[in-house]
Structure formats: C-alpha cells, structure tokens
C-alpha cells in the first residue's frame, strides 16, 4: 500500500519534470540504432537473429533501425526466436552487433573496447533479467552497492544510495537479507533497486516478470511505472500482452524483423497504466469532491 | 575485495581446506624436510669438532695397490715410537698407538659388554678430544706398570653403576680386575655408534689381557696445530715407508687419514642428501599449486554466471582478475601459514635419529614460494575468468 502512494508522488512530480524538456529543444534519442544486424555461423549455416527488411536486389539483409526517446517505455514483443533477446543483448552492450551502428545515449558503442563497454554497462544502462541474476551469498544491500563499487563510489555515499534505491523498491528491511531469504519478487525488486541505482540513461529489462507469479508481477511493474514516471526510459522485453499493455509504444519482432511499432501513450508523461490510475483517483476524488459539494449522501 | 574473497571460499568450506591442505603438506614439508638435513649435517660438523681437527689417524692396509695380505706388515708398537721422534718429525705433537677389542664387562652382579675396549697412551685423550667428567685420567706411569686401571664412557658408566660413583670401583673386564679411575664426558652419538661406550686401558693392560703384544690397530697421531696436518701426514708416511722398508710411495701398506676431510666428505654427502629432500619438499610444492590451479578453474566454472552477472553491472576485467586473485593467493596464504606452523611445530621432534634443526631462510623462501605460487598458479583461471564475454557468461548454465 505504501509503495503504491508512494507511486503515486512520483507519477505527480514526473509531469512537472517532463514538460521541461518540452519547452527546451527536442532532447537527442536515448538509442539510435541504424541498419543493425546480428548473425551467428558462416555460408550456407548462416543464421539471422536480427536482420530487418531484406534488400529485393541483393537478397542482403538491411537491419533494424530503431530510435528511442528519453522517457519512453518500449516494449519488445516476439515469440521466441523472433530475434527480440539478440536486440536486448545488444542494446544491453553484452553482444556486439555483426553489422550497423549503435548510438547509446549519444556514444557510438561499435568503437568501444572491453573496458570502455563496461563503463558504459555501469554507467549507462540498468539491466533486469528474467532470472533476476543476482550475486549469490551476498546481502541486497551489498548487491545494490556493487555497480556503486564498480563506478568507484565512497563506501558511505553508496550505502546512503543503496539504502535509498531499496526503500524506493519497498524493501528497506531485507536490506542484509541474502538472495536465498527472498522470495521471487522480492529478488527481482532487489534487482530492479540495483539497476537504478547509478541512475542510468535506460533501464533493460528481459522479460523481468517471466518467473514471477501476478502478485509479484503487479508489484515489480507498478515500481518500473513508477520509474518511467520519474523520467527514466525503459526497454522492456515479453511476449505476454498484459505486460506490454504498461508500455508506452510496442514493438513486435518476427524473424528478426519489426512487423509493428505501435504507440499507446505520449513519450512524456507517466505510462498508460498509471495514467488510467491516476485518471480513475482523480475522477474518483472529482466525485467525492462532488458528493460533498452536493451535499447527497 | 577480500570480504568477498573470504565469502568465496567460506561458500565450499571443505574444497578450500583441501587445496589448503595441498599447500600446507607442500611449504611443511620443504621446512622439515630441510631442516632434517641441516639437522644431518650439523650434527656432523659437531663430531668434527669433537674429533679435533689435528688429529690424524694411521691404519694399516693397501691403499688400493694390489698387495696380497701377506706382504702387507701390521702396525706396530715399534711404528708409534719411530713417529714419535721430535727430530724426525717436527710437526707431531704426540702419538698413541691404539688396539681395539670386544669383553663383556661385570659389576657385581651387573653384566654388560661395551662397545670397545681401547688400550692406549694417555696422549689418546687429547688427540681424540675425549675429557674427563670425574676422576683422572690413567698416567703415563700406569702404561709402564701394566698398571689395571681404566677410563669409562659415560654410557657404559650408567649401564654398570646406574647412579652409584664409578671412581675407585672395580670391575672385571673379561676376567681382568680394573680399578675406574675415570669417567669420561658424553659425547653424544653422531651416526651408529656411541662414542660413550667404550673401556679405555693402558696399551699394555689390554695387550696383556686380550690382544696380545703383536700388532696395533691404528696409531692415533696429533700433529702440533691444525695447520700443519698436511706436513704431519707427509713426515708420518716417510717414517713409516722407512720402517716398514718401502720404497715405492704408490704402495703403501698404511693409510694415514685426516679426520677432517673424512668428515668434510661426510658433511658434502649430507648436504647432497639436504637438497635431495629440498628438491622432494619442491615438488609437493609445486603439486600443491596446480591444486590451486584446479580449484580455481572448478570455481570459475562454476561462478561463470556470477562472473556474467557481475560484467553486465559494469565490472572491468581488472576486478574480476583481482577478485579471482586473491582467492588463490588467500589459499596460498593461509596454507603456506599453517604449513609454515606445522613445520616448526614437526622439527620438534627427531627425525629418525636426526635432530631437525630449521633454517630461517627456508622458512621464509617456503612462504613466499607459496604465495608467489599462488599468484602464478592462481593467474590462469582469474585470466579465464576475466576475459570471459558477459554474455557468454550469462547464459552459461
């Protein structure tokens, strides 16, 4: 209940902060990836993972181009093999593409070596994965403070943050409790405090209610609304029609192409669902307001 | 980094103490295993003190022409009294013609048979550096007037008279009545024999009693200081080549011996045996880092994930590495410390007869070859570990 008005608070301030950049110039894409492709095998055994609409001439494939605005929320959708989690690997910076370029927030990823790339990985990007992937054996505290300790934060300014980024997931009080004390939810929530942690440009989530039953589902999803209220641009993978309904523009692969790229909500503001919600209190308040007003029971 | 070191290997508690183990047995057993050989070859250096370093020894024998026994001439008493001419042989301080036999010895009712009866010239006691705990030694005179008295080593002491006062007892040594006049020092034993078992007699009460007044074991010869050995050992060959009426120097049939390069070549042999052990010691050493080694690549293999995991969070590859590092070196440490005790606690206690003496350095060298291993042997899988592409590592299962 707490997280939820807490949700709420954020989601208000959010359409303050989103106006801004409105009023400025239009901010540069989060993601810009052009004529991307990803391969695996050679000759005949070749196969395409991500190859986008084929050139009729040369029978070569042209890739995917995508550009993602800040503070959108995209989600990916495909079946499994469409191609989706080879895009996910690469916007994630774990996989280099076999062709085409990447753009992460203005940095042209192709031209990074290993130890730049895990700068960007730390600085830029928040990963959530499927299988939560946290460190074993190692309290949520100390897993939220990792990317800190990777950034080169000072012991005391990362627990402060730590400790922050836990309580925005709800989970101050498992702060020393180890993966295999928490439940699946709570393990995600604690991955999902560790990818926002260092403030990065983009949240990637891979299918991050894939193993979670709907309460846990409902739980992880209000906080990644939240998030994207507050600004922060997501990238959420899935094939379940539920979770990209929270999504402000879907996208659908198949055979490692985009087959649609729908829109559900502005760029800016806060994403459907919460807007819905938010819509409904406000009506509901309207009516209560109203009530009183009128003076009927 | 090490609380996460530590959290790493507390997580497979018996597989740590295992590799730990490798190493402990490697580092304890270079530390004992030299300080066994030192322990040898001090204590031949102690017996080369306790010999004298002037003393020279005469025994008859070919040394090494092929002489028939016949024509070989024994030791003689005459010999002794030929070497002992100051004019001949300016550089012999004195000299003691020595016979050695076997008697069982009574006390009362107390039976034992010594080690060897020695009968001698009181010039014995100084070139063999044997001293007196109690009592005298025998005298000159004693030798002149067959006189039956005797001079007893410390164990053959306590094996006949236990607590009681040797001096002035008598025994009886093969039926022959000797007044102890005498105890002589503990020695110690320095190899097979005790040097404290012994009866020692005037030349002629022995000769009388059991050998007969023939031929001398061996002459005992103490040149006048260390220095001049070597030119006591050319006057004593010259002297003897004349008695003995021989001309040619290739055909001896006496060997004159220098305790000291007998004993030298003892201690080069003790000291081939220390590095025989030492090179043992180094090779559980080394079996204990490839031990390392293979835990370490185990854990990486199986922490590929979390090597994955924490890739994607933005670890450089230098983290990783120093992560995996210092896994290995924390074994190498904490075995090569355990081990290092276990070495010094071992090296109390005599290893077959050898007291182990530790050499400091060895115990440092150990330690640091452990740690040094553990960073060599420790770099492999913490290289395979870091070079690892995250998302190879992240589907690994």
């Known amino acids: ?297 | 980094m090490i609380r996460f070191a530590f959290a790493g290997l507390a997580a497979n508690k018996v597989r740590s103490a295992l590799t730990m183990l490798g190493v402990l047995i490697g580092v304890a057993s270079v530390i004992l295993l030299l300080a066994v050989g030192n322990g040898s070859s001090t204590a031949v250096k102690n017996s080369i003190t306790a010999l004298g370093t002037n003393s020279l020894t005469v025994t008859s024998g070919s040394g090494g022409g092929a002489r028939t026994s016949s024509t070989v001439k024994k030791l003689t008493v005459d010999d002794a009294r030929a070497l002992a001419n100051p004019a001949a042989a300016p550089d012999i301080k004195s000299v003691a013609p020595v016979v050695t036999t076997t008697a069982t010895a009574d006390y009362g009712n107390i039976s034992y048979t010594p080690g060897s009866v020695i009968g001698t010239y009181p010039a014995y006691f100084e070139t063999a550096n044997q001293k007196i705990a109690s009592g005298d030694y025998f005298s000159a005179d004693d030798v002149l007037n067959s006189a039956k008295v005797a001079v007893i080593g410390s164990t053959t002491a306590q094996q006949l008279f236990d607590t009681e006062n040797p001096v002035g007892k008598t025994i009886s040594l093969g039926g022959t009545p000797l007044t102890v006049v005498g105890v002589l020092q503990t020695k110690g034993a320095t190899g097979f024999t005790d040097p404290d078992d012994v009866v020692i007699a005037p030349l002629p009460t022995v000769q009388n009693a059991f050998t007969g007044f023939g031929s001398v074991n061996q002459i005992l010869v103490q040149a006048t200081s260390a220095d001049t050995t070597t030119q006591a050992q050319s006057e004593i060959t010259q002297i003897l080549m004349g008695t003995h009426s021989l001309t040619d120097p290739t055909k001896l049939d006496f060997r004159v011996s220098n305790q000291t390069s007998l004993l030298s070549t003892r201690e080069s042999t003790s000291q081939t045996f220390t590095v025989l052990l030492g090179a043992v010691a180094a090779i559980s050493l080394l079996v204990g880092g490839i031990g390392i080694t293979n835990i370490m690549l185990v854990t990486v293999t199986e922490r590929t994930r979390e090597i994955g995991i924490r890739k994607a969070l933005g670890a450089p590859k230098a983290v990783i590495l120093g992560q995996f590092l210092t896994e290995s070196t924390l074994l190498s440490v904490f075995g090569a410390g355990l081990g290092v005790a276990a070495g010094i606690i071992g090296s109390h206690f005599s290893v077959v007869g050898i007291k182990p003496v530790v050499i400091p350095s060895s115990v440092f060298g150990a330690f640091g070859i452990a740690v040094a291993i553990g960073l060599f042997f420790g770099s492999y899988p913490a290289n395979r570990a870091a070079s690892l592409r995250p998302i190879d590592a992240l589907r690994h299962e």
């Open chain 1, 1 to 297: 209940m707490a997280r939820r008005a807490r949700a709420k608070r954020s989601a208000g301030s959010a359409v303050a902060e989103a106006a801004e950049p409105a009023v400025q110039q239009v901010p540069p894409p989060v993601i810009q990836v052009r004529r991307l492709t990803k391969s695996y095998g050679h000759g005949d055994a070749t196969v395409h993972a991500l190859c986008g609409p084929w050139d009729p001439q040369t029978d070569e494939p042209l890739g995917v181009s995508l550009d993602i605005e800040p503070g959108d929320f995209v989600a990916v959708m495909g079946s499994s093999g469409s191609g989706k989690s080879t895009l996910m690997n690469i916007l994630g910076c774990l996989d280099v593409p076999t062709a085409g370029r990447y753009l992460l927030d203005g940095i042209d990823v192709g031209h990074l070596d290993e130890s730049q790339l895990s700068l960007v990985r730390n600085r830029k990007i928040g990963f959530i994965f499927q299988s939560f992937n946290l460190v074993p054996r190692t309290s949520a505290l100390a897993q939220v403070e990792l990317p800190l300790a990777y950034a080169g934060v000072r012991a005391a300014e990362r627990r402060k943050r730590a400790l922050a980024a836990l309580a925005l997931v709800g989970l101050s009080e498992r702060a020393d409790h180890k993966p295999n004390e928490l439940s699946g939810g709570q393990q995600q929530r604690v991955a999902v405090a560790r990818a926002l942690v260092t403030a990065p440009a983009m949240l990637l989530a891979d299918e991050p209610t894939g193993n979670l039953d709907s309460r846990s589902t409902e739980e992880v999803l209000a906080i990644i609304d939240g998030l994207n209220a507050t600004g922060r641009t997501v990238v959420l993978i899935t094939h379940e029609d539920e979770v990209a309904a929270h999504a402000k523009r879907v996208i659908r692969l198949v055979d490692g192409q985009v087959t649609s790229d729908v829109r559900q909500g502005p760029a800016g503001g806060p994403p459907p669902v919460l807007a819905r919600q938010l819509a409904a209190a406000q009506a509901q308040q309207a009516q209560q307001t109203g009530a009183l007003i009128g003076g009927r029971s």
